[in-house]
């Protein structure tokens, strides 16, 4: 039973440039939540998808935006990329009020 | 708002007990715990939903006080695989909110 896969692992980009990263959430699971985590802080909620829709939203600039797809897979699209977006990016995924699963995260570098 | 932590970290010898502290200034409808390795995914621990129950898995427990929105970690006799950074997550009036993470509190366990 795979659990929640996140590609890529790692990306480098430049100042101003879009991202997307994936997330297909673990077997059985149908909501996904983003997360960004900076060096040695805690993970920080940016959004939640359920049902195709954004659920919740954290304190996020629009720049930072998501699509769920039918099959319950995510992604996370960043545009106009600043050098403090550079952070690990945690997807979880969970199933009614059961506990979140994360991913390994995508380590994204900002030059 | 972001749950408090205490400690911020802590060291600890194999064999010895440690208390991780989790508070936030708002109702909860539970409270989830994680520890983190170095460049790994956050794990789940345990979830404790409002009612003040406590749970507990193998020498690791949790208590939650919804009255006072806290919540504890216990970490009995501890082994070096216990190392790394724990995170409160703190859910919501309702099931469905978002969980916000804590700043960590980082656990070292040397021999």
């Known amino acids: 039973d795979a659990g929640v896969t996140q590609s890529p692992t790692h990306l480098i980009k430049t100042r101003g440039q879009q991202v997307t990263l994936r997330c297909s959430p673990k077997s059985g699971h149908d909501t996904v939540s983003w997360y960004q985590q900076a060096l040695g802080q805690g993970p920080q909620f940016i959004f939640q998808y359920y049902e195709e829709e954004e659920r919740q939203r954290g304190n996020f600039p629009d720049r930072f935006s998501g699509h769920q797809f039918p099959n319950y897979s995510s992604e996370l699209n960043v545009n106009a990329l600043l050098l403090g977006d550079s952070a690990l990016y945690l997807c979880?995924?969970?199933?009614?009020?059961?506990?979140?699963?994360f991913g390994d995260g995508t380590r994204l570098s900002i030059l | 708002q972001q749950p408090v932590q205490s400690p911020q970290a802590v060291i600890l010898r194999e064999g010895e007990d440690a208390v991780i502290n989790c508070s936030s200034s708002?109702?909860?409808?539970?409270v989830h715990w994680y520890r983190q390795k170095h460049g790994e995914a956050p794990v789940f621990l345990m979830i404790?939903?409002?009612?003040?129950e406590q749970k507990g898995h193998d020498k690791i427990s949790a208590s939650f006080n919804e009255k006072k929105q806290q919540s504890s970690l216990y970490l009995t006799a501890s082994q070096l695989s216990y190392s790394g950074t724990y995170f409160c997550g703190t859910e919501g009036e309702t099931s469905y909110d978002k969980v916000i993470f804590g700043p960590g509190t980082s656990l070292s366990v040397i021999p």
């Open positions: 979880a995924s969970s199933w009614a009020n059961q506990p979140q699963h």
């Open positions: 708002k109702a909860l409808y539970s």
């Open positions: 404790l939903l409002k009612g003040g």
